[in-house]
């Protein structure tokens, strides 16, 4: 608002593209777009600073009423709203953590050329880091704001109902005996063979009918032992 209404004159304040910035930031209702298009031409008396603190006053309003609103949303289909605008707050200091320590170390890298104009680095790095570390603040705000009002859906990002995480996770339906562990009962041998469970490999044995130990000679006539060919 500052920004776009420092003209002395009234008649060039921009003051649609406050409301076109404001539609970034969140949802503006056309009737407070149009009152603040014509807040300018109504209170033509008024002083500079108290138009600009009323167009400032409807705007927080506004911004108060929709973040409300989104607590409410939360809060009806059981989301803790805190966790969620305290993840947008973490992940925005993360992000913007990393870039602002990247550019700490190219300051520090070139401070040293501050001499040459007569400047004490350490002094002129202390400054610098200072300013750096309250646009760091200054980009987290924003980005946060930026951010919170963005939260749309939240129905679809609901924790599951204990009824649905345990339908995840029901058993299939029985379709008879030849399934599940009642295919081991004592006389169900038999169904193993359609279950596909190999328990135990079944010994070889030679022509004669004998088992085949592993240090044999292997039926094929290979030479080699039963457990280095086919037993392996």
Known sequence: VSFHTAADRLDDWNLKEI???????????????????KVASDNQKLDKIMIRGKIVEELVAA???????????AKEIGISWDDIAKNILLRSIDNLWIEHLETMDYMRKGIGL???GQHDPLVEYKKEAF?????????????VVYSIYKVGGLT?????????AAQQFSAPAKEGDSTGFSAFKEGAA???????????RDKAK??????????DP???GSGKKYKNCHGA
């Open 19 to 37: 409301t076109e910035t404001a539609k970034t930031i969140f949802p503006l209702e056309q009737k407070l777009s149009d009152d603040i298009l």
């Open 63 to 73: 911004a108060k009423t929709k973040y409300a609103a989104l607590e409410e949303q």
């Open 114 to 116: 501050r001499g040459y």
């Open 131 to 143: 300013r750096m570390y309250s646009e760091l603040n200054v980009l987290i705000q924003k980005e």
């Open 156 to 164: 679809q990002i609901a924790a599951p109902t204990v009824y649905a």
């Open 190 to 200: 038999d169904n193993t063979a359609s279950l596909g469970l190999n328990l135990a």
């Open 206 to 215: 030679d022509a004669s009918g004998q088992k085949i130990g592993r240090n």
């Open 218 to 220: 292997c039926f094929c």
